[in-house]
């Protein structure tokens, strides 16, 4: 087993298409980090200028007629919660405030889990993608035939190409997190280095790098069972695209019951210990006026465990049932 395992890493890094996608995720990661310096990066003179300038003439306009707007938005809010309780218009935000009109200074707590998550997304689909292609591409050439003339015991074969997919995809899965991570690290210390980072910060940052690097492996064994089943990169890459577009993108608000069963809430949910979402909930109140509000649910970390850890499950024991019984000339 060992000895194929070997054999699989080897042919997984000598394929054009694992190179290509290895050096197109670090192109990727490259220009997050520029996206990063771009946000981190504090207004200019003439920026600053700018911005003074506009938040003048904002004050200017709110204390002509602000205070009117003011006190309609309390009117309103208060007509509001006769039927919500909770209703909140925000009034007191409509007073132009100083802080609106400038950036803020980066900080790395801030800034880091929303580009880490980006960034497992990346390596998902990468490791997916590798994967998929690695096992498909030897049904398309017709060298899996030749390869169990070698080694007839299919299970070891099969094992071994899942192995390798998985195995091979940690030190590039680990390089790439860790050179993100350290990027945006430099950078917002270089613009702030008085915003200090606490140990709970770095805790925080370390368990969620663990589940992305954990998503990704199972992302990319999962994609190598998907080829199995299909035989053709082309195959695997068409179901998977057209379930993220038409059922995670056009359809998405016409399944809001079947949020929960969603792969991107789950992944969200696994990635982030928990996830919340809004589903749009109408009634017709006392008065017989019919209204929708959004209401936050969230996905717990239980949930999205069980769902994704599934759905690798069975993807991999239904290959490994069709690898042994099929045909594969």
């Known amino acids: 087993m ?30 997050m980090l520029f996206g990063t310096f771009q946000q981190a990066k504090p207004l200019s003179g003439p920026e600053l200028t700018q911005q003074r300038a506009q938040f003048d003439q904002a004050r200017k306009e709110f204390d002509v007629n602000g205070q009117q707007q003011v006190q309609d938005c309390l009117t309103q809010q208060a007509d509001a919660k006769k039927a919500d309780p909770k209703a909140d218009f ?40 590798i994967g998929a292609s690695f096992v498909a591409a030897e049904f398309s050439s017709g060298s899996i ?39 945006v690290w430099l950078i917002v210390h270089h613009f702030n280095p008085t915003g200090g980072t606490t140990a709970k910060v770095w805790v ?51 399944l809001q019951g079947a949020r929960p069963w969603l792969l991107q809430l789950n992944v969200n949910a696994w990635l982030q210990h928990g996830a919340g979402y809004f589903i749009q909930v109408c009634k017709t109140d006392a008065q017989g006026g019919y209204g929708c509000q959004g209401v936050e649910k969230v996905l717990s970390f239980a949930h999205g465990t069980s769902y994704l850890g599934l759905l690798v499950v069975m993807a991999v024991g239904m290959a490994a049932v069709v690898f042994r019984r099929r045909d594969v000339s």
């Not at 070698?150 to 860790?178: C, D, I, N």
């Not at 969620?208 to 195959?235: K, P």
């Open 2 to 31: 060992t000895r194929l395992t070997k054999v699989e890493l080897r042919r997984l890094f000598s394929r054009r298409l694992t190179s290509v996608a290895i050096l197109g995720a670090l192109v990727i990661v490259g220009l």
């Open 90 to 129: 925000s009034c007191s935000q409509l007073e132009p405030k100083l802080a609106n009109y400038f950036k803020p200074q980066a900080k790395f707590a801030l800034i880091m889990p929303s580009t880490l998550l980006a960034g497992s997304y990346l390596l998902t689909f990468v490791g997916f993608v």
């Open 145 to 183: 035939a030749s390869w169990l003339t070698f080694e007839p015991r299919r299970m070891r074969v099969y094992a071994s190409k899942l192995a390798a997919a998985g195995l091979g995809l940690v030190p590039v899965t680990v390089a790439l997190l860790g050179l993100l991570t350290a990027g």
């Open 204 to 254: 925080d940052l370390g368990q969620m790098g663990a589940r992305s690097l954990t998503l990704a492996l199972a992302a990319t064994v999962a994609g190598a069972a998907m080829g199995v089943l299909l035989r053709r990169t082309v195959a695997v890459l068409a179901i998977a695209v057209g379930y993220l577009v038409l059922v995670e993108g056009v359809f998405v608000q016409a």
